[in-house]
């Protein structure tokens, strides 16, 4: 992230006051009613011609501090929030662990568009592991590369789903029976 350059404040406050929708009352979200990037987050042009990102202007001006290299994680879920109080700083981490917590994960398991195999196929791939059979083998019955099996192997793929029994580590143990 980049360092916010105010340094027009009391012009920017203002502009940017200009765009939002607080309509709903303090405890609403308010709404950026500005450029947007492709993701639905405001995009806001400070005086100087730098471009910033609308919550991460409006957290700066709240609090009288740059967010640095920090993100600006809404609570409310709603990308044109600028509203200070729905507005927090986390590592992307939190910020990840947030989206997990509130069941925004959008590509886990099953719900991934693009995903070839089953809770019921990782099921039985599972147990395919734990009876010591090769990734080649087991992939080729499910119709997927050996690398899909070696990911779900070594729980870096489906690792949301339940993983009893299987054992982290170089993907050439065998599951714990």
Same mark, same amino acid.
């Given at each position: 992230? &980049?360092?916010?350059?105010? !340094?027009? *404040?009391?012009? $920017?406050a203002?502009?940017f ?8 009352? *303090? $405890?609403?979200?308010?709404?950026? /009613?500005? &450029? +947007?990037? %492709? /993701?639905g ?7 100087? %011609?730098?471009?910033? /990102?609308? =919550?991460?202007?409006?957290?700066a ?5 740059? *967010? ?6 809404? &609570? ?6 600028? =509203?200070?109080r ?5 590592t /992307? ?8 917590? &509130?069941? #925004?994960?959008?590509?886990?398991? @099953? ?6 195999? !089953?809770t019921?196929?990782? +099921?039985?791939?599972?147990? =395919?592991?734990c @009876? ?7 992939? #080729? ?13 070594? %729980?870096?793929?489906?690792r949301n +789903?339940? !993983?009893?029994?299987?054992? #982290?580590?170089?993907?050439? +143990?065998?599951?714990?029976?």
């Open positions: 992230m &980049k360092f916010i350059p105010i !340094t027009h *404040p009391a012009r $920017d203002a502009r006051d200009a765009l939002l929708d607080r309509s709903g009352g *303090p $405890d609403a979200c308010w709404t950026w /009613q500005g &450029k +947007e990037d %492709g /993701q987050y405001g995009r806001f042009r400070l005086w100087c %011609g730098v471009d910033v /990102q609308a =919550n991460r202007f409006a957290y001006l709240a609090t009288g501090s740059d *967010p640095g290299d920090l993100f600006v994680c809404h &609570k409310c879920d709603n990308p044109p929030c600028c =509203n200070p729905h507005l927090f700083l986390g /992307q981490a939190d910020n990840v662990s947030d989206m997990i917590a &509130k069941g #925004r994960a959008r590509h886990i398991g @099953e719900r991934n568009g693009a995903a070839k195999l !089953t019921c196929d990782l +099921e039985a791939i599972r147990a =395919n592991i @009876e010591g059979r090769a990734n080649v083998d087991i992939a #080729r019955e499910h119709g997927v590369t050996h690398h899909v099996i070696s990911r779900i192997r070594r %729980g870096r793929s489906w +789903e339940n !993983t009893s029994g299987m054992r #982290r580590g170089n993907g050439r +143990e065998r599951a714990e029976l």
